[in-house]
């Protein structure tokens, strides 16, 4: 059963142009959604139009089968935790904490005791009586982690909560999220540009594009099943490696090699796409051989990237070895059975 | 910051100096004449003058005209502050809510601050007039006997009314970008969290604008006190009876028109201490109040 729906959503803030460009999807209760894209593709906007914030300017949000473009954000019962975590400066953690609550009529007790819950779950007890400006970034993040989560909402909303930490603690909040979720099980929506976060976090992951989906899986699906370039691109570190390929005959020709397509094509050129991890230094089973111009190597201690390119096509290899190479040609070898093919004008897999 | 180190070690002293001048020629200079001319007794043709100690302190304050003016003033001023702090608070939150002819609204209300105190009294008197004044035509319409000239509390009020009105946009402005200055976040956060459009007002927006307040406060209660002395020039000029002069008003009145040196300098000396002592309070207690 749908807990969250978005029916034929749109949005234009000037008339115009359409941020969002009819959308529609249907979340689960208790998913963990991640909306990922690239910066200015409607995330935000997004979000905000399911909490209220935005005003629809066509389609219908349904909330455990409400509809609720026309209800204020305190009544949909979302809590949204925000990019710079909008605390209130000037009330300490304990009434950033009860606020929502008192304005909702909650009894005395009934505050008190979620308080005292939610500060031992989040490791915020000391700083209940602290005001947000004598808190670190880290701690920031759980009052407003707190917040959100105090209320007991139907949907939470994160918008790139973590982007403001750094790289480590970046990647403790994100483990905490997770076990936040697994233990409370509450529907949450939660946008973020990092596809790390993505993968990680997410039951289903929506890529979006110029207000559009391009597409919507799970971590699995979307990693294995990308259903164009900029999906196979945008997800995976690094990203996919794509050689753009003339086709002859329904054979595809790259360098001084050629690959037999299955089905038939008929536009001049083909993107045929590999993932790094598929590619390798030596050879295996069906595995077929290229020649690439070494660019740079970079070495990470447990691995190693080699930039390459191969007739002004780009390829990124990894390898588990520590490679030092004086030549500047190297053999590779790629694995045909992982190979990608899209189609040249609008990039879609074939 | 750069340390700067001077090879001669009065350079430094050399460049505060116009800045000491200044205060000391418009401020510490005259304070001190106050404070010298109010223990002296000149009579009335200015011949002799006589070291009187207190003399002159003590008749202020017996005074009944004194002690009238005390209290229309302090009235007066918690009025005009109470009104145009309100008035202009209001108009700023709505115009800052106004998603539609922002600029408009932000235009036309700051128009007033443009114009001078005096100006201003000038305009009102021209209003008030009971000769043809529209807004004394229109108050006498609604049935009230509006008479500026006779009746003290038809001129107070108009003060009152006319004060508030020229430090409202001056106030509005301030209020406007100190509202512009809370992060939209927060406030969304508050959209949330609180359902009633007041007790969010209440509750988050007035208390991120409390240093915005705090400060306004000080300098409209300074207004009230020493600012409308042009406006008061200007309209009642203490009329009928005295019942619309401020402190600083009559210190001007006694002084300069009744030629009474020695009281009107204790008078000033007293206004001096009480504003600063009201000052001080505030810093005190209420900046505590404030989050910044
Ligand atoms: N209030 C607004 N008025 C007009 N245009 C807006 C407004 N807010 C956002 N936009 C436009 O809508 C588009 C999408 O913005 P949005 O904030 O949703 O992007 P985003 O995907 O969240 O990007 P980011 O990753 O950088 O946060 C952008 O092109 C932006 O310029
Ligand atoms: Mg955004």
């Known amino acids: 059963m749908l807990y969250l729906e978005l029916k034929n959503v749109s949005k234009n803030y000037d008339g115009k142009n359409k941020i969002i460009k009819d959308i529609s999807l249907g979340i689960k209760k208790g998913e963990f959604i991640v909306i990922v894209g690239p910066s200015g593709c409607g995330k935000s ?15 219908d949000i349904v ?25 209130y400066p000037h009330m300490n953690v304990l009434k950033n904490l009860s606020y929502g609550l008192k304005n909702r009529k909650i009894s005395k007790d009934e505050i008190e005791k979620r308080v005292v819950s939610i500060s031992k779950l989040l490791q915020i007890e000391e ?19 707190g917040r959100a989560i105090i209320r007991k909402p139907k949907l939470f909303l ?3 909560p973590l982007s403001n930490l750094d790289a480590k603690l970046r990647h403790q909040m994100r483990i905490e999220i997770r076990k936040l979720h697994d233990k409370l099980g509450i529907t949450s929506v939660y946008v973020t540009h990092d596809q790390v976060e993505a993968m990680t976090l997410a039951d289903r ?17 979307i990693y294995e099943n990308p259903n164009s370039i900029f999906v196979s691109k945008f997800m995976g570190t690094p990203p996919m490696n794509i050689i753009k390929a003339k086709v002859k005959n329904s054979t595809i020709e790259i360098g001084d090699i050629s690959i037999d397509l299955k089905n038939s094509y008929n536009e001049e050129y083909i993107h045929v796409g590999i993932r790094a991890e598929d590619i390798s230094l030596s050879d295996f089973n069906n595995s077929i051989k290229l020649r690439v111009d070494i660019d740079m190597i970079e070495h990470l201690g447990s691995e190693s990237f080699i930039y390459s390119t191969i007739e002004n096509n780009p390829i990124i290899v990894k390898s588990s070895e520590f490679i030092e190479t004086k030549e500047d040609k190297l053999d590779i070898y790629i694995n045909t059975k992982k190979l990608y093919f899209f189609s040249d004008k609008e990039g879609k897999i074939l | 910051m750069k340390k700067v180190q001077f090879n001669n070690r009065f350079i430094p002293y050399l460049f505060i100096l116009p800045q000491i001048s200044i205060i000391a020629i418009f401020f510490l200079w005259p304070s001190a004449m106050a404070v010298y001319y109010s223990f002296i007794l000149e009579d009335a043709f200015g011949i002799s003058s006589e070291f009187v100690w207190f003399e002159n302190y003590k008749s202020v304050l017996l005074d009944s005209d004194y002690i009238a003016s005390l209290g229309f003033t302090l009235i007066f001023s918690v009025l005009v502050t109470f009104f145009s702090l309100a008035i202009g608070l209001f108009l700023a939150y709505k115009t800052d809510k106004s998603i539609k002819q922002k600029g408009l609204y932000r235009g036309l209300f700051m128009w007033p601050y443009a114009i001078a105190p005096a100006v201003v009294g000038l305009m009102a008197s021209f209003f008030f007039s009971q000769s ?33 009105w020229k430090q409202i946009s001056v106030n509005f402005i301030f209020f406007l970008s100190g509202l512009q200055a809370i992060p939209k976040s927060i406030i969304e956060a508050s959209l949330i969290d609180c359902k009633s459009s007041i007790k969010r007002f209440w509750t988050i927006i007035f208390p991120l604008l409390s240093p915005t307040t705090f400060f306004l406060l000080i300098t409209n209660i300074v207004y009230a006190f020493f600012d409308t002395f042009g406006l008061i020039d200007t309209t009642t000029r203490g009329a009928p009876m005295g019942e619309t002069k401020t402190l600083a008003y009559k210190i001007y009145q006694d002084g ?12 000033s000396v007293l206004l001096m201490i009480f504003i600063l002592v009201l000052t001080i309070f505030q810093f005190k207690y209420l900046e505590k109040k404030v989050h910044y």
Not at chain 1, 63 to 87: E, G, H, T
Not at chain 1, 210 to 221: A, M, V, Y
Not at chain 2, 258 to 266: E, K
Request: charged share 20%; hydrophobic share 45%.
């Open chain 2, 256 to 267: 300069f028109l009744g030629a009474d040196i020695g009281g009107s300098s204790a008078q």
């Open chain 1, 63 to 87: 909330i455990d089968k409400a509809v609720v473009n026309n209800i204020s954000p305190a009544d949909r019962d979302i809590a949204m935790v925000f990019q710079n975590y909008a605390l």
């Open chain 1, 205 to 221: 992951i929506i890529i979006l594009n110029g207000g559009k989906i391009e597409q919507i899986g799970t971590p699995k699906e």
């Open chain 1, 158 to 160: 994160f918008d790139e």
């Open chain 1, 45 to 59: 906007t997004l979000l905000r139009m399911v909490a209220g914030l935005e005003d629809i300017s066509d389609g």
């Open chain 2, 132 to 164: 043809n004044g529209d807004l004394y035509n229109f108050l006498n319409y609604l049935g009230w006997e509006f008479e500026p000239k006779s009746d003290p509390l038809s001129a107070q009020i108009m003060l009152i009314f006319v004060a508030s």
């Open chain 1, 127 to 145: 700083l209940l009586h602290r005001k947000p400006s004598e808190l670190s970034g880290g701690q920031k993040q759980r009052v407003a982690m």
